[in-house]
């Protein structure tokens, strides 16, 4: 390996903040086949907002609301941030939460004036022994438009649904297209509910869509991936992409990030871009081409 090939491509990362760890990460770049992008804050803004609250079981909106922010007020989830930002400035007295517990990849659950309140997804509610009824329906007509439907169930019995949207970033889909002109396979790995998902992933062009994995099966699915030779990059921004950027062949963190994303990964995008991934794999393969 040239040092000049290796400066030079270093350098021209560096103009477009898209910093290379070093001369390794640069050369795995040229050969990534497969590129793995996180849903929530990589291809998206990461900044979800509440746009339907639909009621269920006698419960009247703003009392509902009042119970759900009063847990996902105790959570550190952009999820849990939205909701609480929605019922803002409503006139209702606050409620205090008990007892609070975070499930990663589910939800949360905490005791509300006594009563035992769970907010999150499906598989929260199949733990918690809830039977959804009629508001299945009105949930999977959310997913289906890409909507994350947050459900909430008090006492055991379905409450609501809450939608929230996290709008794509505007370059999501031309970085999809310009991965497919390099050749390169596209994946969605997501928490999130599948329908919602491939909604998302439809609109981006992505080719695959792996969807409801739980926080720690993140980095099994790029071990899956790789298992045939294929150099996977994983494009990821939170705390809970770290273990998958450690397993991926090129671990890349987008934007400030965590710093623990920022640790593990070989690239870093600081302008948050997902423009920038095919960028790295040009610049990758620009400079494999001067070592040679
Ligand atoms: P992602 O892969 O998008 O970061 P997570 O693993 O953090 O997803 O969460 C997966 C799913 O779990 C979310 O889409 C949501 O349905 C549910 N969930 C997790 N935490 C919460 C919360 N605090 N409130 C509501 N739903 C939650
Ligand atoms: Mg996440």
């Known amino acids: 390996a040239t040092p000049t090939a290796i400066m030079v491509g270093t350098g021209l990362g560096a103009e ?3 910093l290379f760890k070093d001369a390794a990460a640069l050369e795995t770049a040229a050969s990534v086949r497969t590129v793995v992008m996180d849903k929530t804050g990589t291809l998206t803004r990461g900044e ?9 079981g006698g419960w009247r909106e703003d009392e509902l609301l009042r119970l759900v922010v009063a847990v996902e007020r105790e959570s550190e989830h952009p999820l849990a941030a939205a909701v609480v930002r929605h019922a803002q400035g409503r006139p209702t007295a606050p409620a205090s939460a008990r007892e609070f517990v975070n499930v990663p990849g589910h939800g949360a659950t905490a005791v509300v ?12 509610m199949e733990r918690e022994g809830v039977e959804l009824g009629p508001l ?3 949930r999977d007509e959310l997913a289906a438009g890409g909507r994350t439907a947050v459900i909430a169930a008090v006492d055991g019995a379905p409450a609501g649904l809450i939608g929230l949207a996290d709008a794509p970033r505007e370059t999501s889909a031309r970085a999809v297209a310009e991965l497919r002109s390099l050749g390169v396979e596209t994946v969605m790995l997501t928490g999130d509910n599948r329908a919602t998902a491939e909604h998302i992933a439809g609109r981006l062009g ?9 926080p720690g099966d993140k980095a099994a699915r790029i071990a899956e991936l790789q298992r ?9 921004d939170g705390v809970n992409d770290a273990p998958a950027l450690a397993q991926a062949d090129l671990g890349t963190a987008i934007g400030a990030g965590t710093d623990v994303a920022i640790e593990t990964a070989g690239v870093v ?18 400079t494999l081409r001067k070592m040679r």
């Open 16 to 18: 477009r903040g898209v």
């Open 48 to 56: 979800p907002e509440v746009t339907d609250v639909i009621t269920a």
């Open 113 to 124: 004036d006594g009563r035992r309140v769970a907010v999150g997804n499906r598989r929260l």
């Open 136 to 138: 299945a329906a009105r």
């Open 206 to 214: 992505i080719d695959t869509v792996i969807a409801e994995v739980l």
């Open 228 to 236: 045939d030779g294929r150099r996977v990059a994983m494009v990821g």
């Open 269 to 286: 995008l600081m302008r948050s871009d997902p423009l920038d991934v095919p960028t790295a794999l040009h610049i990758g393969r620009g």
